[in-house]
């Protein structure tokens, strides 16, 4: 089993809805949590970052974090065709320079005019 | 501001030769910078860490020898891939942890590798 499980996807929704991203882990140990977003053949961008429990909204972006039940989400609302893309969750123990990052697979967003 | 460059974007070379990839920290210095390796459709598996004027640590089934980490000054990190083979094509992407931001990781734009 992977430490970090996510749904690859393809998730297609209409240009307007919401898109409902989400990652389980396994690992208690991590305290930081964040988002990105890759374009083909691009660098992942970073959208998100939270540590621990909670909320956090950004524009049209809205991370959760439930370490109780080893669950994250990333909501997008009024997407838009521009945010076709690949999203990745990634997760990590501590904020040493050093400290590695764990990724989930990725998920392939579609957004259809 | 936290912007990560790489080169070459993209390089195609002949089985047997080795490929050189550049990653500079533009606007920070970066004491930790990392290497990753990422297929069609796959996430980002990480290679090694490289660290500032010391060896790189290499994760488990990464061959040393045959990816050449140097982290020789705080903006810039190399990856060779010596003695490339069609197996070692791939998007390679790197990253910088900026100590401004909290160690924060910055990706760069990948560079797509080609051995024929």
């Known amino acids: 089993q992977k430490e970090v499980e996510q749904d690859p996807g393809p998730l297609s929704v209409p240009e307007g809805a919401i898109v409902s991203l989400n990652c389980t882990y396994s690992?208690?140990?991590?305290?930081?949590f964040m988002w990105y977003r890759q374009y083909s053949r691009k660098g992942p961008e970073l959208l998100m970052y939270?540590?621990?429990?909670g909320n956090k909204e950004d524009g049209r972006f809205t991370a959760q974090v439930d370490k109780s039940s080893k669950y994250i989400s990333l909501f997008i609302r009024d997407s838009q065709p521009s945010d076709s893309a690949t999203y990745l969750c990634?997760?990590?123990?501590?904020?040493?320079?050093?400290?590695?990052?764990?990724f989930g697979g990725g998920t392939r967003v579609l957004v259809k005019p | 501001g936290a912007v990560v460059s790489q080169h070459p974007s993209w390089v195609i070379c002949k089985s047997g030769t080795s490929v050189k990839i550049e990653c500079r920290s533009l606007d920070f210095q970066a004491t930790t910078m990392f290497w990753y390796r990422q297929f069609p459709k796959q996430s980002l598996m990480l290679m090694a860490t490289?660290?500032?004027?010391?060896?790189?640590?290499?994760e488990q089934g990464v061959e040393k020898d045959k990816f050449l980490i140097n982290h020789a000054s705080l903006t810039l990190s190399t990856l060779t891939v010596t003695s490339a083979h069609p197996e070692d094509s791939s998007f390679y992407i790197c990253?910088?942890?900026?100590?401004?931001?909290?160690?924060?990781?910055?990706f760069g734009p990948g560079t797509r590798l080609t051995v024929l």
């Open positions: 490289s660290n500032e004027g010391s060896k790189a640590t290499y």
């Open positions: 990253s910088a942890a900026d100590p401004g931001r909290y160690n924060e990781q910055f």
């Open positions: 939270t540590y621990s429990s």
């Open positions: 990634a997760m990590s123990a501590s904020k040493a320079a050093g400290n590695k990052l764990t």
């Open positions: 690992n208690s140990a991590f305290q930081y």
